[in-house]
């Protein structure tokens, strides 16, 4: 047993995850970069997400219909296998012609396919690699990944593109993918861990038994212990990939540069305490109390997201910039509680059988959300809240509370996410404390 007490193959796995995740995320965010410097039009750098989020939806049907009657190593190897040489072609690509937006997008597009690959398979075999009792610790290392990469991703990304050019950070990415396989290769678990997902030949037929991903999310929405969490679960998704485009984009243009830099280590911070918090705190808690946890944290992070849109915490100096800080803080603070939280929950809730089947609908209605937040969240900030503000009869206060100038509409924007967050987690309060062990 390490890392927490965990089993050694679950660590295995994780550490590989962790490898090929980071170096994905690290060069989709490089060539995004690179695409922005070529055209100088963010267009492209969203285009990257985009293509991203495009993939996952393309891929998942597939894998949520034949995942369970697949042998689980091999698609894990063949995933890795897949996502390194990928890499490596575009990055021959790129020195011989130079790199075109089609093929560089088709390579993007690929290597997120076997992403979500890995991602599914590994979230489906946790039941089989950590006990009941553990199940809290593992899921809140599995949650605390994506987090981590998102904070690290864009420095490691620039740092080894000014470096080592963008052709060696791709062939980076295709060693953590060939690291990942050898993690994926060396961890030792009973054949039922490997054998067609563990599943008997009963098990197997019930599996497929619905029409892929349409019919798993048609599953999850029917029974009533599973639709709070389906709805909280897509909602979180989109509200953290709106926040991460336009909290940024806010602190840029109204604050500068330097305030972003403090406000992103101050979150990067915050993570790290949520994260140790989860595993000394919630990791072994019962499950009502993960229940209680995600309302809460969710319920902090939207108070705190209509903050943004005042003009008060603009501030440069002065107490209410210490409030903005501590603010900042808190919200990243509660982002892996909430994503553990979550996790937690799906792997009590879900049979192990059903797993990669009903996974796949989750993650496929969570790429959907992101994809939905990536392309709404400049369009109310930049088309729609500008003209909505500057009508001349709203009261004299209001203008005077949510303030003029650079940055304000998209601080409006993520006031906004923020009633969008608190208004339907208080309509699901109720289901969500009536969520049972029904699936465990």
Not at 260 to 276: F, N
Request: charge should be positive.
């Amino acid at each position: 047993m390490t890392l927490a007490g965990l089993p050694r193959p679950f660590v295995q796995l994780w550490v590989g995850q962790l490898i090929s995740n980071l170096g994905t995320q690290v060069s989709l965010y490089a060539l995004g970069l690179w695409l922005y410097q070529r055209q100088e039009q963010l267009a492209t750098f969203a285009a990257v997400a985009i293509a991203v989020q495009l993939a996952k939806l393309l891929v998942l049907p597939v894998l949520g219909r034949r995942l369970a009657l697949w042998p689980r190593r091999r698609v894990m190897l063949i995933a890795n296998g897949v996502g390194s040489g990928c890499t490596l072609l575009l990055a021959g690509h790129l020195l011989r012609f130079g790199g075109s937006m089609p093929v560089v997008l088709a390579c993007i597009a690929v290597a997120a396919a076997a992403e979500a690959t890995l991602l599914l398979c590994f979230s489906s075999l946790i039941p089989q690699l950590v006990s009941q009792q553990q199940l809290g610790a593992a899921s809140g290392l599995f949650a605390s990944v994506d987090g981590a990469i998102v904070m690290a991703a864009p420095f490691l990304g620039a740092l080894l593109a000014a470096t080592g050019g963008l052709v060696g950070v791709l062939v980076v990415d295709a060693a953590s993918s060939l690291l990942a396989a050898a993690c994926t290769a060396g961890a030792v678990l009973p054949a039922a861990g490997w054998r067609v997902g563990g599943l008997s030949t009963d098990d197997q037929g019930s599996a497929v038994l619905s029409s892929g991903v349409r019919g798993a999310v048609a599953e999850l929405w029917r029974t009533p212990a599973w639709r709070p969490l389906l709805l909280i679960n897509t909602l979180v998704a989109g509200a953290l990939a709106a926040v991460e485009i336009a909290f940024p984009a806010w602190v840029v243009s109204a604050l500068g540069v330097g305030r972003l830099s403090l406000a992103m280590g101050l979150g990067a911070l915050g993570y790290l305490l949520g994260t140790q918090l989860w595993a000394r705190r919630w990791a072994m808690a019962p499950l009502g109390a993960w229940l209680r946890l995600l309302r809460r944290a969710l319920l902090l992070q939207g108070v705190l997201l209509t903050g943004a849109g005042l003009v008060v915490f603009q501030a440069r100096s002065g107490p209410w910039a210490v409030v903005w800080f501590g603010a900042v803080t808190g919200f990243a603070l509660a982002v892996p509680l909430v994503l553990a939280a979550l996790q937690a929950l799906w792997q009590r809730q879900i049979p192990a059988a059903l797993q990669p089947r009903l996974f796949a609908g989750r993650y496929s209605l969570e790429a959907l959300a992101r994809l939905a937040a990536l392309l709404s969240i400049s369009l109310v900030a930049d088309r729609l809240l500008p003209p909505l503000v500057a009508w001349p009869h709203w009261p004299a206060w209001l203008p005077e509370a949510l303030g003029t100038g650079p940055g304000r509409p998209t601080a409006m924007a993520l006031g906004l996410l923020g009633w969008a967050l608190i208004v339907p987690l208080l309509a699901q309060w109720r289901p969500l404390g009536r969520v049972s062990r029904c699936g465990s």
